[in-house]
């Protein structure tokens, strides 16, 4: 896409706007601080996602700043990681993954997703901090240059799993809106990127310790063995014991 089409200006407002106003969510999710109440908050989101419509048009037709390309790139950015870092340490400092005792001495066929999720990941504390330290150490590489492309890498696979969660265990609006905002932001800042990833994954990365001259067939013989095995094991397991 060329630099001074509209399209790529549409983008970069509305991803900048989604991540800010998924931020002021974020921070108005309690709804308990009493200067950053529900009104407010939604009022903010409101805004910014306005601003995310109207200022691409203004900025086709009568800014005409490429420079704002960079500045919004790195609004995405530094919402995105500030968005995760809350989120992290909520769980550190125990805001999250916390089941009300009415509801986990429920049966477990009578428990939402939402619980059960919550509470298999609150079960563990040791692997909730892990989940919160992902969140919080690949929020604040992010910040850095040298760091940058393997902390969105790392926090985008991280997304995609929390996304999948969020959608198939059904879990609340709020949670859907979060995950589904910072993993558009994490494809806005790969994106400038994909060039460099597809010619890394195309790039043949030969195994260690293999030989210089391979058999393909003898290889094409073993992964074909490894498939059908790994399927007939379990059929057999399934059905014949």
């Known amino acids: 896409m060329k630099i001074n089409a509209f399209l790529p200006k549409f983008l970069a407002c509305m991803v900048a706007a989604i991540t800010t106003a998924a931020l002021l969510l974020s921070l108005g999710n ?3 601080i009493p200067w950053f109440t529900p009104p407010i908050v939604f009022s903010l ?3 910014c996602l306005l601003a995310g ?3 691409p048009f203004l900025w086709h037709h009568k800014m005409n700043r490429n420079g704002l390309y960079a500045r919004l790139y790195n609004l995405v950015k530094y919402t995105v990681a500030l968005n995760l870092a809350i989120f992290g340490w909520r769980k550190i400092f125990g805001l999250q993954f ?3 005792e009415e509801v986990s001495n429920l ?3 009578q428990q939402t997703g939402e619980w059960l999720t919550w509470y298999y990941f609150g079960h563990s504390p040791v692997f909730g901090t892990l989940i919160a330290l992902v969140q919080i150490v690949g929020a604040y590489l992010l910040m850095f240059k040298k760091s940058f492309l393997p902390a969105a890498l ?3 696979g991280f997304m995609v799993h929390l996304t999948c969660i969020n959608v198939f265990y059904r879990m609340n609006m709020g949670a859907l809106v979060q995950s589904f905002a910072i993993s558009i932001g994490l494809i806005y800042l790969l994106w400038p990127f994909r060039s460099q990833l597809i010619q890394f994954l195309k790039t043949p990365t030969p195994a ?3 030989s210089n001259r391979p058999n393909v067939v003898n290889g094409m013989l073993v992964r074909a063995a490894l498939v059908i095995f790994s399927i007939g094991f379990v059929i057999y397991c399934k059905y014949y014991i």
Do not use: D, E, K, Y
Request: proline share 14%; hydrophobic share 55%; glycine share 10%.
């Open 154 to 156: 790392l926090l985008f």
């Open 30 to 32: 309690s709804g308990t």
């Open 107 to 109: 049966p477990m066929n």
């Open 98 to 100: 916390v089941v009300p």
């Open 45 to 47: 989101v409101g805004f």
């Open 208 to 210: 260690p310790f293999t």
């Open 53 to 55: 419509l109207v200022l």
